[in-house]
């Protein structure tokens, strides 16, 4: 029995173009690239080239408003945006605001600097998981160093105000470092770092076909951080350690890649989404789709089933060859609630499955999934 793999969002199969740039600069191109010497340039110029890809991709393919630093990935990311701000501001002030649907990263760096005596307001989102701007605002107060904000949810792929919350924050609270958790929006969203206008973006390579265990931020332009650890002072000591050459090279490739195709993979991905919301229709249960009547990102979509649990659902999908996620696979097996669902208002009788598209997923698949969904909602019904 063949899979059908629709979980993109926990992670991507590695584009074949992206494990080829991989293996090559593993072998050609081995160097440090914090060496002198020929290799070590040969190595940093992969680098580069790897940076105008990603700059490009976010608008600011001249470097005039910020920068890029690697990371490990998505998280090390969120945690150098925010609890980095927060330690490089703390002098001004120790409160910081999230949003009640953020990704365990951000969440749980916010947690961190509570620990240690910062103040955390965590703003509500509406029944289509969207943020307020105006309760936003009203959160921040005179102390108020970090806000954060991500663009699309990874579970139920909302898109959030972020442009306008940055402005509106900035207005209240001048020198609020507003930071971004991107990782869901590259390669699936436009992006342009100008119309955001926040302080940090953050991004992994594996949600858009690139290797895993690399990342970037994006960092604007007199925006300051407190680097989590010290070493040997790369990346002006914002994150100190030796280049993952090979990881940040597959990473341009697949940003060139998913930059290149996006209109077409939108195209698809929309259509994909309305085979299954049809068949949701179908399956004689009551249902929602998660984020209805928000705007939303096309690769995911989340459907609730009322007197489904989520977990058998998965299991008989599963037995039938089709891989779905009950929501982030940064925390679906801890067996808790999803603070995302939760701040939906969805009560325990909801079961929630989300399934996410990639470069791979075809119509076949997709029609496939569909009947399959159907016929395992009627086995656990009865």
Known sequence: MSQIYLD?????????????????CMVSDFGNASSAHSAGIAAEKRIKAARAALLAAIGDAEASRGDVCWTSGGTESDALAVIGAARAHAGRGKHVVVSAIEHPAVRKSAKQLEADGWRVTIVPVTEHGVVDVDQVVAAIDADTTVAALMLVNNEIGTIQPVAEVAAAARAKQQRIHVHCDAVQALGKVAIDVANLGVDSLAFAA?????????????????ARLAPLWSGGGQQAGLRSGTFNVPGIAGFGEAVRMAVRDLDAHHERWRAFAEVLTSAAAECGVPWR??????????????????GIPAEPLLHVLESRGVLVSAGSACSERSRKPSPVLSALGLGPDWGTIRLSFGRYTTAEQVRSAAGLIKEAIADLKG
């Open 8 to 24: 993109n969002a926990a992670t991507t199969q590695v584009a074949e173009e992206v494990a080829a740039v991989v293996a090559d």
């Open 206 to 222: 594996h949600k858009l076909h690139g290797p895993k265990v690399v990342g970037a931020l994006w960092l604007r332009k007199g």
């Open 289 to 306: 789709q998660n984020g209805a009547g928000a705007p939303r990102a096309p690769h995911v979509v989340s459907l609730a089933f009322s």
